[in-house]
């Protein structure tokens, strides 16, 4: 009988703690959503990088290997091939009425003669019936080079394309004769290279 009493007693007291328990709440909180704030936290630990997407999408990812635009890029350093002043020059586009003619001396030649800005200089030279020296025909060797008297190359022809001289050629006054078009008048070395 006593046994009885006690293990009713132990029951009414168990039952009566947890009833307060629940009722005053376990006193727990969901944590705010903080995913947002350490992706950003760990953004900003990340340096910037001018490196474009989808490569630079992932934090961390990438950004140590990351080449800032400009250095190492697709632009030429000077005396490196090919003078990129003609990039996109084309001489077939040029308007009649843009057409002008310039007085070239060949000075081995002995020869004073107009080629227009839409000629290059060797098919003219060969015109004239001078054994000119060429391979490609197509400004990615050196073999039709000349040397321009009067300063760099730069400020008397246009090449249509060079792949085979180096900005300080130029500098020199060295052409490409298959694909340089006059724009000014000036005296020529044929077969002299770099
Ligand atoms: S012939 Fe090769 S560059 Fe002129």
Same mark, same amino acid.
């Given at each position: 009988m006593v046994d009885q009493m006690s293990v009713a007693l132990g029951a009414g007291l168990t039952l009566i703690v947890v009833a307060i328990h629940y009722a005053r709440g376990t006193g727990w909180e969901p944590p705010a959503d903080i995913s947002q704030e350490v992706l950003e936290r760990r953004a900003a630990a990340v340096p910037e990088t001018d490196f474009p997407e989808p490569m630079n999408r992932s934090i961390g990812g990438g950004a140590a290997g990351a080449i800032p635009a400009g #250095?190492? !890029? $697709? #632009?030429l350093e000077e005396g490196e091939e090919g003078g990129d002043e003609e990039e996109g020059f084309d001489p077939e586009a040029i308007p009649d009425d843009e057409v002008e003619y310039y007085e070239v001396e060949f000075a081995k030649e002995g020869e004073t003669i107009e080629i227009a800005n839409n000629e290059n200089i060797l098919d003219v030279g060969e015109e004239e019936g001078w054994d000119l020296p060429y391979a490609c025909r &197509? !400004? &990615?060797?050196v073999s039709c080079a000349g040397q321009i008297q009067d300063g760099p190359a730069g400020d008397y022809i246009r090449h249509e394309h060079n792949e085979a001289l180096f900005d300080d050629d130029m500098d020199d006054g060295y052409c490409l004769t298959c694909? $340089?078009?006059?724009?000014?008048d000036f005296t020529l070395e044929t077969g002299e290279q770099p």
């Open positions: #250095e190492g !890029g $697709a #632009e &197509q !400004g &990615q060797c694909v $340089a078009y006059p724009i000014d």
